[in-house]
């Protein structure tokens, strides 16, 4: 298969909004697999051609759609596709897409069962537009436009999100009730309605994110284990298979984990 991956020319104005345009074709289908990342996941389809994801309860999607934080690949067959992926922080996501992130966590919603028909239009709008640059643009005013500051994050879950990101899931979460001045309990309930998962599982998806693309850029398992904070090799493996559902070796081969840095460069570094 090919990938052609075109990044914006600028940060995107919106804090926690990340983009890129991807064009794929091949001689026939390919069988992928979207690998869990510690994002939101929308992807708005251009033109005619679009893939087919398969959810946990085996039903599948085509099109444009959402996908909520996740601890499980999913399958996706492609042949020739063009669309823009936006990954969206789990702060502001909801703000956004106008769904609690509980609701979303775990699942595939199909676009237009979020935006109804503006979602069709945008596709269309971007089937329109010639340039990569303008699509870039129409996407961020169309989120722009969605965004409602009443369904964002509460301070303190945003705060508790972004000590697990940039410890890379290595802060202690037993410490994040007590930073915030707030009960263990009430951290924990209004982290995982806000954000869609326990504190617990976010930070092994953020530490799984982590070490799954220093694998990819072939950096040693037992390396990757003893810098990323895992007890020992066995951890790496078990946590590997768990959110891939394949050994390590085939999971770091996985194409879209493979073009990451191209695509997400400000997301993978280190």
Not at 4 to 25: K, N, Q, S, W, Y
Not at 142 to 164: G, H, K, M, Y
Not at 172 to 178: N, P, S
Request: glycine share 8%; net charge positive.
């Amino acid at each position: 298969m090919v990938w052609e991956i075109t990044r914006p020319p600028r940060i995107p104005v919106l804090h926690g909004v990340d983009m890129a345009g991807f064009r794929i074709h091949g001689d026939g289908p390919a069988q992928l697999r979207a690998i869990p990342h510690p994002a939101v996941t929308v992807a708005v389809n251009i033109g005619d051609h679009c893939f087919d994801v398969r959810d946990s309860t085996g039903r599948t999607h085509s099109g444009s759609l959402a996908l909520g934080l996740t601890s499980n690949a999913a399958p996706v067959r492609v042949q020739t596709i063009e669309c823009v992926q936006v990954r969206l922080s789990p702060v502001v996501a909801s703000a956004i897409l106008g769904f609690p992130l509980a609701e979303l966590a775990g699942n595939i919603v199909a676009l237009d069962e979020l935006w109804g028909r503006d979602a069709t239009r945008l596709s269309e709008r971007l089937h329109e537009t010639c340039s990569w640059r303008e699509r870039f643009a129409l996407i961020e005013t169309t989120l722009s436009a969605r965004l409602r500051d009443d369904r964002r994050a509460d301070p303190e879950v945003a705060w508790a999100w972004r000590q697990l990101i940039v410890s890379r899931g290595r802060f202690r979460v037993d410490r994040l009730a007590a930073e915030v001045g707030w009960s263990r309990q009430r951290l924990w309930s209004r982290f995982s309605t806000q954000i869609g998962l326990t504190p617990k599982r976010a930070a092994m998806l953020v530490r799984f994110d982590h070490a799954m693309h220093r694998l990819v850029r072939g950096h040693s398992p037992a390396q990757v284990a003893a810098d990323s904070g895992y007890a020992d090799q066995s951890h790496l493996h078990r946590d590997v298979h768990g959110f891939t559902g394949a050994p390590l070796t085939s999971a770091a081969s996985e194409p879209w984990l493979a073009v990451d840095d191209q695509a997400w460069p400000s997301s993978t570094a280190g």
